[in-house]
């Protein structure tokens, strides 16, 4: 399986585990893989090459609950991306569908 041989080292990594996502049966069958692959590409991006070790990836709530990254990149793809989302204000939705509540 090429999820699992997949390291991270440059941009076309990333693409490639992109790529991966379009297809959501093999989303659905590998999430738990995809999961912590995606959250590698995030560190490799943050820590590796943008130098940024100040956030943790993935990202906790303060009271401990893991925010799923990759959860949250396919929502936000799915409704337009980012600049959609923000434009038509459609965050609180997405938080919703990612579990928490408007008051998180």
Known sequence: ???ITLEFREFSDCKALINMLDDQEYVFKYKLVLQ???EEMI???????????????PP???DQRKI???SLYILVAKDGGYREVTTENIWPIIAKDLGF???D
């Open 60 to 62: 906790y709530f303060p």
């Open 101 to 103: 509540e408007y008051k």
């Open 68 to 70: 799923d990254l990759l």
């Open 1 to 3: 399986m090429i999820l």
């Open 43 to 57: 560190h490799w991006f943050l820590y590796e090459y943008m130098g940024i070790t100040s956030r943790p990836v």
């Open 36 to 38: 912590r692959m995606f």
